[in-house]
């Protein structure tokens, strides 16, 4: 089935303790796109500026993702964003952030992508993504991220975005801050009743809880990944990865959920493996299903 993601295409520059990587690509939609590709087919919708130094075709050569909905705007600069991770790895600090043509109009949805069965509305202002989600006739199954900034300063249009969506994934802290709950299971009963059918907590090296509002609950582990040298696109890999599964099945129960998710723990901890892409570009499917295999034997008792 059909899968369509829209959110930011970068240019970051990120230092870690095993490095630094300088004007490299990013974004969100860039991520999840090369996540999602080893399952399904993705079309992307997403803008950037006459500055962008990459060939966006070259970088998906080989791979099933659509850039009918990229648009590349003569007069503007592209989204750039530089941080800073700290020894844990867990946290980071942003040094430099220029929204550039994310600032700007967002880019239309082509009509050839009105379809869209399966939709993922990565990270930006929740106007943004309500105004994306409008254009797209009738989805079978949208999730969507958020972030702390909107949920401070944006609170009412999350709220709306919410009543529409079937699936919130955000991490522990934006929880806790969206619910005012500490205790992780009230945060997330708390979402459930904000609206989306399904509710997935990102925590990092502690994995990750996903509860529906049937009352399923389901919770996994971080691959315990030895290489950890880049955690930039972790999360929107874990995305791409969940929705790619899932528009290749064609099915939303918690079961398939429960897999989905699996299949993106495994995609993150290929991405934090390396700078920027590399994790990605350097695997293959039968790699990931390799890694998934060796999580399930971990994880059964």
Known sequence: MSLLVTGSIGIDTVRTPYGVSENCLGGSAVYFSM???????????????????????????????????LE?????????????YHDNMNSRTTDNLELNVLAEAPPSV??????????????????????????????IFVAADTMDC??????????????????????????????DEHNLIKAVEAILGMGPGVVIIKKGESGSLM????????????????EVKDPTGAGDSFAGALMGYLAQKGKTDFESLKTAIA???????????????????????????????????????
């Not at 950037?48 to 009918?68: E, H, K, M, N, Y």
């Not at 509860?211 to 030895?226: H, Q, R, T, W």
């Not at 495994?266 to 998934?292: E, H, P, Y």
């Open 211 to 226: 509860c529906s509002a049937d009352g399923d609950k389901f919770i996994l582990p971080a691959y315990p990944a030895a």
């Open 35 to 69: 996540a999602a590709s080893f399952f399904c087919a993705v079309r992307l919708i997403g803008v950037i500026g006459s500055d962008c130094p990459f060939d966006l075709a070259q970088v998906f050569a080989g791979r099933d993702v659509d850039l009918t909905g």
């Open 110 to 139: 082509p009509a050839e992508y009105k379809d869209s069965e399966f939709v993922f509305l990565a990270n930006t202002t929740p106007a943004l993504q309500l105004q994306l989600l409008e254009q797209i006739q009738a989805p």
């Open 263 to 301: 299949y993106g723990t495994v995609a993150a901890s290929f991405t934090i493996a390396d700078f920027s892409l590399a994790g990605l570009t350097s695997i293959n499917k039968t790699d990931i299903d390799n890694r998934l295999e060796t999580l399930r034997k971990l994880t059964q008792f």
């Open 150 to 179: 909107w949920i401070a300063e944006k609170l009412d249009d999350l709220k709306i975005l919410l009543k529409k969506i079937n699936c919130l994934m955000v991490n522990d802290a934006e929880a806790r801050m969206l619910t």
């Open 72 to 84: 590349v705007r003569a007069q503007s600069k592209t989204f750039r964003w530089a941080g800073s």
